[in-house]
């Protein structure tokens, strides 16, 4: 059983592969399975717009509100 922390929420494996460059398959044991973050959380996440939400600069954001 993997003990709570950091690393055990998908969001945080989301943002690990991201910012290492790693592979969903190479991600370490602290994470939860690949396959259930890849294909549950990343997949929902993609379909609601989450992801364009996350990565557009702040800046972007506000003038595309405000024009």
Known sequence: MR???????????????QATGYQWRALPKDFPPWKQICSNTFARCHQ???WDTLLTPAGARQGRQAG
């Open 3 to 17: 003990s709570p922390g950091i690393c055990s929420t998908p969001s945080s494996a989301i943002f690990y592969v």
């Open 48 to 50: 609601r717009g989450v």
